[in-house]
């Protein structure tokens, strides 16, 4: 018979525990977070059967960044836009062409290969300060700011950020596209196309 305390999705259920729980973004296990109080219900069989998770600034937890994988962002200069649409509340910003440093080390920086790849990004509670007046665009420049840390021309990835988000785009022709909200999800789609080595 299963024991459903040993299951992440029995604690999910319940809203006084599901608020105090992460998940890493690249292997998708649970854990609470290390910044949840001393006492709250729960916590004793969260820490008994799930365990504590730590998960750095691309949402990915101790155990992945130390397994060896490379690291990958995406430089927003060399990127296209080609639409941007609103949904519920939540901007889509659809990239049919991102260009993505990897690298064993600190991508863009340290020698690695250069990959395009389709990607959306979505950022709840959107609210928009500026745009372009048409798409699509070569994008010149930008930053995310997920928090009080703001990434300059770069997106991390993988990305699952809860909290205030704020991105600036810049194409060529000098217009900008400002979005604020509180969530950040970024998802990569079809396969990787390889493009070059990079070399600093």
Not at 71 to 82: G, P, V
């Amino acid at each position: 018979m299963k024991n459903e305390q040993l299951d992440s999705e029995w604690y999910l259920r319940d809203p006084r525990i599901r608020k105090w729980m992460v998940q890493c973004a690249a292997c998708k296990r649970w854990g609470y977070r290390p910044d949840a109080p001393p006492k709250f219900h729960g916590r004793a069989q969260l820490e008994r059967h799930i365990g504590e998770m730590k998960l750095d600034k691309r949402g990915i937890c101790v155990q992945c960044s130390a397994a060896g994988n490379k690291n990958r962002t995406i430089e927003i200069h060399d990127s296209t836009l080609d639409a941007i649409s609103v949904r519920d509340g939540t901007a889509v910003v659809h990239f049919p062409r991102v260009y993505i440093h990897e690298s064993m080390g600190t991508p863009g920086v340290d020698a690695g290969s250069g990959w395009v790849q389709e990607a959306l990004l979505r950022i709840s509670d959107a609210a928009f300060t500026r745009s372009f007046s048409k798409l699509p665009v070569d994008l010149l420049d930008g930053y995310i700011k997920l928090g009080d840390e703001v990434l300059k021309n770069e997106i991390p990835i993988p990305l699952s950020h809860k909290g205030i988000v704020e991105l600036r785009l810049e194409s060529w022709n000098d217009e900008v596209v400002l979005i604020t909200g509180s969530s950040a999800e970024l998802e990569l789609i079809g396969k990787p196309k390889y493009l070059e080595e990079f070399r600093p």
